[in-house]
Every structure is written in C-alpha cells, then in structure tokens.
T-cell receptor, first 115, second 112 residues
Framework: EAGVVQSPRYKIIEKKQPVAFWCNPI?????LYWYLQNLGQGPELLIR????????DSQLPKDRFSAERLKGVDSTLKIQPAELGDSAVYLC?????????????FGPGTRLTVL | DAKTTQPTSMDCAEGRAANLPCNHS???????VYWYRQIHSQGPQYIIH???NNETNEMASLIITEDRKSSTLILPHATLRDTAVYYC?????????????FGTGTRLQVTL
C-alpha cells in the first residue's frame, strides 16, 4: 500500500515569492492534515480537512497561507508571499476518519528554505 | 488533550531493549496513548497506540500502567536504525479525526 506522497521534497525560494506544496493521501483516507515543523520542534497542525471541507483551520495564518482539497483527495498548501520565517518542513498526514482510534500516517515532508 | 512528559534523551546499546517512559497523569478515560518516531529528515512514523491494555506489534510493545498515568514503549532489540526522536502523545478521537499535539519527544541514540 502506498503511503502519503508529498512533492516537492525540497524547495528553495527567495522571500516574497509564492510557493505551493502538494499532497496525495493514502487511498481511501477521508481526513487530511497539514503540519508545520520548525527546526528542533515537534509538528504543529495548520489545517485539517474532512473530505473537501476544512474543519479546523484555526492555526493557519490566513493572510499568506491558503489550502485546498477540491475533490476530497489531493491537497495543495500555498504560501504567498513567503517570508524568511516560513523556512520549515511542511508535513502532510492522512487518516481514515472512521472514528475510534484514528491513526494518522505522515508523508516525508517538504523542506522549504526562504532566502 | 492531556499533556505528556518524556525524558529529553536516552542512550541504548544495539541489541538491547530500549525502554522509553512517558508520564500522562492527567489522561482521561477516552484518551489513547500514541507513539510516533521521527528519524532525521523523515516524516513522523506511527509505531503503536493503546487505550487501556498493553499492546504489541511488529515494531514495539506498549505497556500502560493500570491507572493509565504512565506508559513505556519497548523496542525489544534496538538497532542503529532505531535512532530517532520518539513522541508520546495522548489524544482522543473527535468522531472522525484525532488531534495530535507533539511535544519535544525523547531523542534515542542507539550505539554500538
């Protein structure tokens, strides 16, 4: 079974430029998460989707960050414009969303460097 | 969700059992104990989870105390590839999803 796929794995951009990250969850997983991980810290949730609906985006900086999951499968996270402080690893995770113990499975992440 | 307390770092000799403790004294009855690990430059990897009973899978064993206020993750025969940061997380499912709040974890160093 394929895991969570993310691309690109690495991205280097100059500040004020836009950037986008793509995630393909595990097949059949209805719930998708985007996390931010700064160096030396644990991941922090940015947004959670249940199918196409963003049900928890309270930690997403909406002035420059946006996300979409149009068909309830793949998702894109965008930053526009990027700032130096956005340099971090952006992780995508998915879960089946069937209740009970809903285990999340993570992708390898996209490491963003803003110069 | 309940907070967890883990040692900052631990060492373990290759081939020996690695026992990683976690305190979660404020855990609620409907909260699960999850363990993930993160090897350098990779995404977090799910290891195991439990509610009340001890659990075992191909990767590890999870021992939860009877009062559920603490737990131990056991890697029975640690290898160099087990060197990673291990996160103990307590969470409850909200119907269709779980919320993971990561702390700083335990950095396990496996040595020859």
């Amino acid at each position: 079974e394929a895991g969570v796929v993310q691309s690109p794995r690495y991205k280097i951009i100059e500040k004020k430029q836009p950037v986008a990250f793509w995630c393909n969850p595990i097949s059949g997983h209805n719930t998708l998460y985007w996390y931010l991980q700064n160096l030396g810290q644990g991941p922090e949730l940015l947004i959670r989707y249940e199918n196409e609906e963003a049900v928890d985006d309270s930690q997403l900086p909406k002035d420059r960050f946006s996300a979409e999951r149009l068909k309830g499968v793949d998702s894109t996270l965008k930053i526009q414009p990027a700032e130096l402080g956005d340099s971090a690893v952006y992780l995508c995770a998915s879960s089946s969303g069937t209740g009970g113990a809903d285990t999340q499975y993570f992708g390898p992440g996209t490491r963003l460097t803003v110069l | 969700d309940a907070k967890t307390t883990q040692p900052t770092s631990m060492d373990c000799a290759e081939g020996r059992a690695a026992n990683l403790p976690c305190n979660h004294s404020t855990i609620s009855g409907n909260e699960y104990v999850y363990w993930y690990r993160q090897i350098h430059s990779q995404g977090p990897q799910y290891i195991i989870h439990g509610l009340k009973n001890n659990e075992t899978n191909e990767m590890a064993s999870l021992i939860i105390t009877e009062d559920r206020k603490s737990s131990t993750l056991i890697l029975p025969h640690a290898t160099l590839r087990d060197t990673a940061v291990y996160y103990c997380i307590v969470t409850r499912s909200t119907g269709t999803a779980s919320k993971l709040t990561f702390g700083t974890g335990t950095r396990l160093q496996v040595t020859l």
